[in-house]
């Protein structure tokens, strides 16, 4: 079993900036795939972006270029760094890990993220 617990979130201003965390816990050494999602309300979950072992991150057309993932196996904890916030990332986002690459295995709670305009 993994536990995934995000943190970070907040309300900010367009044009500001958040760091998201997932801090892993568990059955952690065997994670490969590590994305985040975020879901407005009202709206279906959406892709954000994800991390894998020995792949460079993919994003979201939506995000690329604002957003950035990082991770930390050491502390097991994934980061989505957020710049240049818009009133349109207004969602909850949430953390989610794989062992494979195909489908996730577990989800976080998720954390709120504002932007007011």
């Known amino acids: 079993q993994v536990q995934l617990v995000e943190s970070g979130g907040g309300l900010v201003q367009a044009g500001d900036s958040l760091r998201l965390a997932c801090a892993a816990s568990g059955r952690t050494t065997t994670l490969n795939m590590m994305g985040w999602f975020r879901q407005a309300p009202g709206k279906d979950r959406e892709f954000v972006g994800r991390?894998?072992?020995?792949?460079?991150?993919y994003y979201a057309d939506s995000v690329k270029g604002r957003f950035t993932i990082s991770r930390d196996n050491l502390k097991n904890t994934v980061y989505l760094q957020m710049n240049s916030l818009q009133p349109e990332d207004t969602a909850k986002y949430y953390c989610a890990a794989s062992y494979g690459i195909y489908k996730y295995d577990y989800w976080g709670q998720g954390t709120q993220v504002t932007v007011s305009s």
């Open positions: 991390t894998s072992r020995g792949l460079s991150p």
